[in-house]
């Protein structure tokens, strides 16, 4: 049985003019990844990456807490939404379940032909 692993990520050499960075989030399914911006800023040094949370410092840490609470648990819903299929899936199609988008059909090369 495959995992889903998800972690947020902070990338500290790239502070905005404010000095504030982006808070990622990297979620890995059969070892290939997808890394995508939360669109939440902090200041870098208020990450506590072995709990995964902002710290207490950080104004609104609680909002932003909350808000990384439940895109962990929208991407984990979107996992067992496909699990329950029972059909195979990537990790692309995790993020496009939790983006709310329909997963394309994917067609083997010989439906794409044209046989006249």
């Known amino acids: 049985m495959n995992k889903l692993n998800i972690r947020f990520i902070v990338v500290f050499n790239r502070v905005n003019p404010k000095g504030k960075t982006v808070i990622g989030c990297r979620i890995t399914y059969i070892k290939i990844r997808k890394q995508f911006s939360t669109g939440l800023f902090i200041n870098p040094s208020n990450w506590n990456s072995k709990q995964q949370l902002v710290k207490p410092s950080e104004p ?19 996992f ?3 699990q329950i299929k029972e059909s195979s899936f ?9 983006k709310g988008q329909k997963i394309e059909k994917k067609y083997n ?8």
């Open 90 to 98: 990537t990790v692309e199609d995790i993020y496009t379940v939790d």
């Open 109 to 116: 090369e010989l439906s794409s032909l044209n046989v006249t």
């Open 60 to 78: 609104d840490s609680e909002l932003i807490n909350t808000q990384l609470s439940l895109i962990k648990t929208k991407l984990s819903q979107a």
């Open 80 to 82: 067992l939404m496909l």
